[in-house]
């Protein structure tokens, strides 16, 4: 199970990164709700999850609560087609009625790389862990179409825009940042993809789990 690979324990967890953050808390809910009851939310902007049940008020959250092991929780923002944000209730609160909070805690505008302003990411001061995730689709682009936030991930890895991605400035940009427990490398399905992540997991001077969400295959990189 993936949520065994990266440990993911009890209490709330937040993800950030690129390259999967949704389908990352969509899966892990999918497995720790088979004996667990496990809220999905977030504390920026996420579509509600299409085949789970979702609570816009405290009403309805406490409604469902009794009677779904798997949920989605936040309030509606006009004007932005049906995102939601943050919950109705506290992050303490849902602690205490849920096993596992997975929240997604900062937005990447759909690119597999990342680098934070200094008001990201959003993680809750409740969550007992970060996981990271990148996307491996990312590498051999450059800076400049693969990394949200370009101009910060160029600076933190110093190097110009214009230069690729490499496990090089990758490694570079997460170590200035130091946001995270645990990094997951989502995308990683092909034997070039995975030897990449092998050299971001020397760089990071320790193992990396990588796979790809898709395909619901993991390794773990030294």
């Keep these: 199970m993936l949520a065994e690979l ?3 324990r009890p209490g709330v967890t937040a993800v950030i990164g690129g390259g999967g953050k949704t389908t990352l808390l969509r899966t892990l809910g999918g497995e720790l709700s088979q004996d667990y ?6 504390t920026t902007k996420i579509f509600p999850f299409p085949d789970i049940p979702c609570a816009r008020s405290e009403e309805e959250l406490t409604r469902l609560r009794e ?3 798997l949920l989605c929780a936040g309030q509606e923002v006009p004007g932005t087609g049906g995102k939601l ?3 109705p209730v506290s992050m303490a609160r849902l602690a205490e009625w849920f096993d596992y909070v997975l929240v997604e805690a900062d937005g990447s505008a759909h690119r597999p790389m990342k680098a934070h302003a200094p008001h990201e990411p959003v993680i809750p001061l409740e969550a007992n862990q970060v996981i990271c995730v990148v996307g491996a689709s990312g590498f051999g682009q450059p800076i400049r179409d693969a990394a949200h936030r370009p101009e910060q991930y160029a600076r933190l890895a110093g190097v110009e825009e214009t ?9 570079a940009v997460l170590k200035a940042e130091n946001l995270d427990h645990r990094l997951f490398v989502n995308q990683a399905d092909t ?5 990449t992540v092998k050299q971001l997991a020397v760089l990071m001077d320790g193992p990396i789990l990588a796979g790809s969400l898709q395909r619901g295959a993991y390794f773990k990189c030294l």
């Design 85 to 87: 944000t943050a919950p």
């Design 163 to 171: 230069a690729l991605i490499t496990p090089e400035t990758e490694a």
């Design 37 to 42: 009851t496990v809220l999905l939310c977030t």
């Design 6 to 8: 990266l440990e993911i």
């Design 67 to 69: 009677r779904c092991r």
């Design 191 to 195: 034997p070039e993809a995975l030897e």
